[in-house]
């Protein structure tokens, strides 16, 4: 699949058949994850990867409660290191993690962005210290069902030419 294809046809899977992630698969997922470019270079990252189903489900918990994260093949943790990189660690691990997300999808597995948890459980479940931040998780697995797509505000609404305000033709 192409990268635009990929983009444009992202959703986030919330519903997901109980099967494995090839291992093969897995490693390029996560490979496109360390790709990912980050501010001055200094990868101010660490990414979790739980398949273990117990596991799974106390991080779901974690998670407000959201069950159905554990339906996926894994839940990835995506962790910033801020004394790596204190200023953009939270920016680079985002763009780790939509490395993940797209890589993904173009070998066609599904994820969603998780924003909603209780940080300190889950530190508490992956073993984090204190000084990690968690900065978002996602499940990764094979999708059981793929929303239609949602609306998006306007052109005009999101782009401008030159000054905000300033329209910017298609």
């Known amino acids: 699949m192409d990268t635009l294809q990929t983009i444009l046809e992202r959703r986030s899977i919330r519903k997901y058949k109980p099967e494995p992630i090839p291992v093969e698969d897995l490693q390029h997922i996560l490979e496109a994850t360390r790709q990912a470019p980050s501010a001055a270079n200094r990868q101010p990252w660490h990414f979790i990867v739980v398949d273990d189903p117990q596991q799974k489900l106390r991080l779901a918990q974690a998670c407000n409660n959201q069950m159905w994260l554990a339906d996926a093949a894994c839940i990835v943790v995506g962790v910033g290191l801020p004394q790596v990189s204190q200023k953009w660690y939270r920016v680079d691990v985002a763009i780790a993690l939509e490395n993940l997300v797209l890589a993904a999808r173009s070998l066609g597995y599904g994820t969603c962005w ?34 239609a797509a949602r609306m998006r505000k306007p052109w005009a609404e999101v782009f401008s030419a030159n000054v905000y305000g300033e329209p910017l033709e298609p």
Request: glycine share 8%; aromatic share 6%; proline share 12%.
């Open 114 to 147: 998780i924003g909603a948890f209780d940080p300190e459980q889950v530190r508490r479940v992956c073993g984090l210290r204190d000084e990690f931040d968690i900065v978002a998780c996602t499940p990764l697995g094979v999708p059981d069902a793929t929303p």
